[in-house]
């Protein structure tokens, strides 16, 4: 589905029009904590001509079917790109952590990698220590693959998936 770079964008957000929109699609997720899983997903990249843009996504547990099995996770936050390429990111999480990231966006090609800087945690949340994400357009789709470090166990691959725009 075509789009259209608004005409308000902030210059440092031209780099990363690309994501504006809704996004929606399907992955998978595993890690040697829990059992391999299928989930859809829908992201919302939208912008007001600030330097920033608004990220919001929501996530569900599907069977081999695709039929919804029960809700997971939700995240919202903050892309804050800079004007030498660097990427700051902010994000709140359903399951009770914060985070911060920092990384860079490609001059090459549409994409960018972040790595996690900070992160703050509720009492309640499960052990979570680190995380890496690369999200490109490949083929007009929004492809993301999510490493993350948690309970006890390195830096590895979590999640990936191919949403496409709605």
């Not at 470090?149 to 998936?161: D, K, R, S, V």
Request: proline fraction near 6%.
């Amino acid at each position: 589905m075509p789009f259209q770079i608004p005409d308000n964008i902030h210059p440092s957000c031209a780099p990363l029009a690309w994501l504006l929109g809704t996004w929606r699609g399907n992955g998978q997720g595993d890690y040697p904590t829990i059992d391999g899983f299928k989930f859809g997903q829908e992201m919302l990249f939208q912008q007001d001509g600030r330097p920033f843009i608004h990220y919001m996504s929501r996530a569900w547990i599907e069977d081999d079917e695709g039929n919804v099995v029960r809700e997971a996770a939700q995240e919202t936050g903050f892309l804050r790109p800079q004007e030498d390429r660097t990427l700051e990111v902010v994000l709140a999480h359903n399951l009770g952590f914060v985070e911060v990231w920092h990384g860079e966006i490609h001059a090459d090609q549409p994409r960018f990698e972040i790595v996690t800087d900070a992160i703050a945690r509720t009492g309640t949340a499960k052990e979570y220590t680190g995380g890496k994400r690369l999200y490109g357009y490949v083929e007009g789709d929004l492809l993301y693959a999510y490493d993350m470090a948690a309970m006890g166990q390195p830096l590895q691959p979590h999640l990936w998936a191919r949403l496409q725009r709605q």
